[in-house]
């Protein structure tokens, strides 16, 4: 099993910046990681992703140029950096696992999901 735990979450003025963490346990070969936010009301969408055997990344339009995904194997930690957030960046994050996808950002692909850390962003 894995088992994933976000951290960096907070509460920030439109412009600034954060840096969320998730920690993964467990065994597992090459696989595909990804930050998703849900806001109240919405369905959860997916922000980033990044496949952990070359790095190759994609993003969602919404966070292109704004967002950074990056990975530290030796830690076994997946990073999303939020720079320039507006309001609307305000959900809950998580992070999740799949094995394999041909859909970076949707989130009926990823198997494995941590509890979320909650980003807000005041105007």
């Known amino acids: 099993q894995v088992q994933l735990v976000e951290s960096g979450g907070g509460s920030v003025q439109a412009g600034g910046s954060l840096r969320l963490s998730c920690t993964a346990s467990g065994y597992i070969t090459s696989y595909y990681m990804g930050w998703f936010r849900q806001a109240p009301g919405k369905e959860r969408e997916g922000v980033a992703a990044?496949?952990?055997?070359?790095?190759?990344?994609y993003y969602a339009d919404s966070v292109k140029g704004r967002f950074t995904i990056s990975q530290d194997n030796s830690k076994n930690t997946l990073y999303l950096l939020l720079n320039s957030l507006k309001p609307e960046d305000t959900a809950m994050y998580f992070c999740?696992?799949?094995?394999?996808?041909?859909?970076?950002?949707?989130?009926?692909?990823?198997?494995?999901w941590g509890q979320g850390t909650q980003v807000t962003v005041s105007s």
């Open positions: 999740a696992v799949a094995t394999w996808t041909d859909r970076w950002l949707a989130p009926d692909k990823y198997k494995y």
């Open positions: 990044i496949y952990t055997g070359d790095g190759r990344t």
